[in-house]
């Protein structure tokens, strides 16, 4: 049984920094593209970075690739998101999610929560000004 637990959120000033975890078990996180995604208050989730089998990665915006990192310890199996420079506009629910297995070419958007089949809880961060 696949499962994912984020933990590091929190509260933190603009300008702060914060390292989002993301445990997984029941699968190993280097088989699968995994994705950092958040949703905001009245907003839709949206995908912020996604790392895949190979170690390549796509980010959400230029602006997000020069402060957020994504990464991934293969011998503990757990992701990872190092935020800095927070802005308030990062206030949301982190989640990290799985992405289904392909067979074939696949042409869907990794950045697309519907390419997702295993999330974990979420993790509040909120950054005030």
């Known amino acids: 049984q696949v499962q994912l637990v984020e933990s590091g959120g929190g509260s933190v000033q603009a300008g702060g920094s914060l390292r989002l975890s993301c445990a997984a078990s029941?699968?190993?996180?280097?088989?699968?593209?995994m994705g950092w995604f958040r949703q905001a208050p009245g907003k839709e989730r949206e995908g912020v970075v996604v790392?895949?089998?190979?170690?390549?990665?796509?980010y959400k915006s230029d602006s997000v690739k020069g402060r957020f990192t994504i990464s991934r310890d293969n011998a503990k199996n757990t992701l990872y998101l190092q935020m800095n420079s927070l802005e308030p506009e990062d206030t949301a629910i982190y989640y990290c999610?799985?992405?289904?297995?392909?067979?074939?070419?696949?042409?869907?958007?990794?950045?697309?929560?519907?390419?997702?089949?295993?999330w974990g809880q979420g993790t509040q961060v909120t950054v005030s000004s």
């Open positions: 999610a799985a992405a289904r297995l392909y067979y074939g070419t696949y042409y869907g958007s990794y950045l697309d929560p519907a390419t997702y089949e295993h």
């Open positions: 029941g699968y190993t996180v280097s088989s699968r593209a």
């Open positions: 790392i895949y089998t190979g170690g390549g990665t796509t």
